[in-house]
């Protein structure tokens, strides 16, 4: 099974930048990749995806302009940039990741793998 383990996260004044990694134990040509957030006492929501080919994203209407997702398949990773953070954007981010042959991704869909996460806090 496919192993993805989140880094980056901690504690950033409002406006200020994080970027999280997500590292994965195999390679991600065929993955597309999701980050999800969940905020404290929220359900987790999704904020950008991006195809397992990198040709294609999808974000949140609340991180366009701010977040941007990114991915290096040769080194099996994921990246989300975060900048211009806000206090809402506190909580745990996950990576999840599923198999697809599509050129496309969805935060609609499923996903299959996820990581344990890792807590971003944005406070002053």
Known sequence: QLHLVESG???VQPGGSLTLS???SANLDYYAIG???QAPGK??????CISRI???TDSADSVKGRFTISRDNAKNTVYLQMNSLKPEDTGV???AAHVTRQLQCS???GYDYWGQGTQV????
Do not use: D
């Not at 359900?43 to 950008?48: K, L, Q, T, Y």
């Not at 806090?121 to 002053?124: A, E, H, I, R």
């Open 93 to 95: 981010y996950y990576c």
């Open 35 to 37: 980050w999800f957030h």
């Open 107 to 109: 935060l609609l869909l």
């Open 22 to 24: 997500c590292a994965a």
């Open 121 to 124: 806090t944005v406070s002053s």
């Open 54 to 56: 990198g040709g294609n």
């Open 9 to 11: 996260g901690g504690l």
């Open 43 to 48: 359900e987790r929501e999704g904020v950008s």
